[in-house]
């Protein structure tokens, strides 16, 4: 009744997603096909050969060999030399079908109510809004293992079977005050709070996680302010404590180990240690994995002139800070960050190696991980102009900016020389590989876009350019050091943290957009993306990318038209 309403609902959702990766390697089929062996009953693969010497180990064939080999049907030689010389049976037998089969559900009821807490309140009425949601959500992975007892031989696979179940349930509570309105120190003051408290369980079913349960609970809250000063000046911040628990594959993914390359190498820092190594990198989920949280802060000015040449302006910089704590990595840290974390001294990385401090590590554990903490520190800049022109049609321009400067990656460790804490690391400005630090990507110090938009009756116009600005390739070697390379003073190519070339350029990219309204129900419109085809920029390491594919553009000039039909 009045000014209050209610509204309620329930969800129910499931999901199918199945996914077949045809011709994939099976490493020791295509090697058991490779050792070809000349007999009089004619050509055979050597595994089918008692005694026959296995030409990767030098020593003969064992019985696990002989049995995967059988597991997988009979061995078909494979004749690599030559045109045609391949049999499709060959082939077939070397290279398999990858299969995974997702099933999600996921079941959602809440209700919220809103409404005039006070209605005759003299700045304004004061709103006031609470409500509560329970989620369910259930997962499972299979990937038909049973049909398969060759699939840890693939060169890449999507893990093991692995299943789960969240249930999360929360209540939240809101209130908006208007202080004062037409004040002889101000226009307008409203002051926003916000609280939510959530109960976050999981629990696994299947893989790794199978059996256990771990239970969150948490809080959250925002408070923000907007003080319109004049009609052209208007101030406005927050704070708020925020908080992500870990989602599905984050806690339950069970993943088989990568050995040797691409992904199971690292450079060793230690003592006698190779720059490629060859190890056992595990990657995966983890139950027990912390929700990270960011305490938010962000202050800005807006800028809106009234009449006048300006009329139809706007301008607005915001600064913010966020520092996160227990940063949820669902990648990993990353084999080599891992590592030359424990080089440093940091024994929380150690722990998850076996072998450290020799010349042969034998294993890292790069399961999803909490990190130490980050703070990142910016503004945020966004200015707007709006032309009218002849026969009612008008020019808009739009420029978006951002500004970077502080990425502060705290790495928790403790100096071996001086025993006090190494303080943080800064990754701003860092353009070169992706997730530099887990699945956190850094990003260079400047972005921008800037638009100019026509439009005239039926037709809109425009053109977009994206600029990327310069960066680093990286902050930190493999040996432990920041890079050095020849513009820095004492540069040697003797040093292991040298590198010929620590810059990436910057990049502006050009697109076009138009549309016309045919009539009130239908309109015509195409694209242009990359429009001059620039190549991207030269950073590679990132995910097998000879670039960094966040920021640069991989694809070339692109184009799309369609068709909108309202009816």
Known sequence: GGSWSLDAYFSHGENSNDQHLIHNMVQPLLRFALDAVRTPAGIVCGVTIPGRINPD??????????AFANAAGPCVPL?????????????????RTLNEYVEQRQNVAAFNIRGDLIDDWAPGAVKFATGAEWRRETGLLTHDLANQPYYSGFFLTYGGDYGGRTEVLEAYAELNVPIFRDAPFGRYLELDGAVRGTRNKNVGTLGNGAGQSRTREFITWKVSGIYDVTEWLRLRGTRSRDVRAAQFREL????????????????????????????????????????????TLTVGVVLSPQGGVLSGFNFSADWYQIKIDDAIASGGIGAQNIVTGCFQGNQVFCDRIVGEGTPDIISVFNNAANLQGFTTRG??????????????????????????????????QTSPVTGQPVPPRNYAGTSGPTAAFGSF??????????????????????????????GRYQVLTGAGGPPIDPSDPG????DPNSITDNTVDSAIYLNLAASFDINEHIQVFGSLNNALDKDPVIAPGGNGFPTNPVYFDTYGRTF???ARVNF
């Open 57 to 66: 180990t030098g020593f003969p064939y064992t019985a696990a060999n002989v």
């Open 79 to 95: 004749n690599l030399f030559g045109t045609s010389n391949a049999s499709q049976a060959a082939i077939d037998y070397a290279y």
């Open 252 to 295: 339950f993914e069970t993943r088989d180990p990568f050995v040797g390359p691409p992904f199971g190498v690292i450079n060793n820092p230690f003592p006698g240690g190779g720059a490629n190594d060859s190890i056992i990198a595990t990657i995966g989920g983890d139950l027990n994995l912390e929700p990270e949280k960011a305490d």
């Open 379 to 412: 503004v945020d800049f966004e200015a707007a102009y709006r032309l009218p022109m002849a026969d009612d049609s008008s020019l808009t321009l739009r420029v978006l900016a951002s500004y970077l400067y502080d990425q502060l990656f705290d790495t928790g």
């Open 441 to 470: 990507n850094t990003a260079p110090k400047w972005q921008g876009n800037a638009f100019a938009t026509y439009r005239r009756g039926p037709f809109s116009g425009t053109v977009q350019a994206r600029y990327v600005g310069p």
């Open 491 to 494: 540069y040697k190519t003797t």
């Open 560 to 562: 799309r038209v369609g």
